[in-house]
T-cell receptor, first 113, second 115 residues
Framework: AQTVTQSQPEMSVQEAETVTLSCTYD???????LFWYKQPPSRQMILVIR??????QNATENRFSVNFQKAAKSFSLKISDSQLGDAAMYFC??????????FGAGTILRVKS | GAGVSQSPRYKVAKRGQDVALRCDPI?????LFWYQQALGQGPEFLTY????????KSGLPSDRFFAERPEGSVSTLKIQRTQQEDSAVYLC?????????????FGPGTRLTVL
């Protein structure tokens, strides 16, 4: 079974600074998808960024980028120029068979002004 | 357009009561998912529908949990004889097709508290 591990229960970053959230996963599959979701206190889960495992190039979305290391099964999220609105719980997730997402336990990100 | 909606947003039940949680997916979305999120944890998969067919119910924790999507749109998650361990946020998500790579769009969730 696939597992997703987020080893940082909580992270803090100063506004305008850069922060990296860590994620590792375990799978025997070669083709899969990885996601970072953001869950603000209102609870609505929002997709931040997506990475296809067969693509070597790291995905980027504006201030958000990933460092995907397939051999190491690592998928970290970098947030540049952090803003107060980035404060939320961030979940790393794996997707393969049956379309079901497997989530990590989450990392709470606090942004200090 | 409208996103995924869920009702009620909050539900308090006495232990042993039955509850029904509703999900309205984005119009036209083929796939629908239910997840259970315990406090401070990541969501865990419960069940998956493709149109009206329930293709995967491997995550349902017991036979007290039942989900349906009779017309391939609105879905209901029913929990019979609720227990305290059922207290959680129940998230619904929908996806436009059955393709694996499609984004799942989440609703705001229903917070169930069992006393």
């Amino acid at each position: 079974a696939q597992t997703v591990t987020q080893s940082q229960p909580e992270m803090s970053v100063q506004e305008a600074e850069t922060v990296t959230l860590s994620c590792t996963y375990d799978t025997s599959e070669s083709d899969y998808y990885l996601f970072w979701y953001k869950q603000p206190p209102s609870r609505q889960m929002i997709l931040v960024i997506r990475q296809e495992a067969y693509k070597q190039q790291n995905a980027t979305e504006n201030r958000f980028s990933v460092n995907f290391q397939k051999a190491a099964k690592s998928f970290s999220l970098k947030i540049s120029d952090s803003q107060l609105g980035d404060a939320a719980m961030y979940f790393c997730a794996y997707l393969r068979y049956g379309n079901k997402l497997v989530f990590g336990a989450g990392t709470i990100l606090r942004v200090k002004s | 357009g409208a996103g995924v909606s869920q009702s009620p947003r909050y539900k308090v039940a006495k232990r042993g009561q039955d509850v029904a949680l509703r999900c309205d997916p984005i119009s036209g979305h083929v796939s629908l998912f239910w997840y259970q999120q315990a406090l401070g944890q990541g969501p865990e998969f419960l069940t998956y529908f493709q149109n009206e067919a329930q293709l995967d119910k491997s995550g349902l924790p017991s036979d007290r949990f039942f989900a349906e999507r009779p017309e391939g749109s609105v879905s209901t998650l029913k929990i019979q004889r609720t227990q305290q361990e059922d207290s959680a946020v129940y998230l619904c998500a929908s996806s436009p097709t059955d393709e694996v790579h499609n984004e799942q769009f989440f609703g705001p969730g229903t917070r169930l508290t069992v006393l």
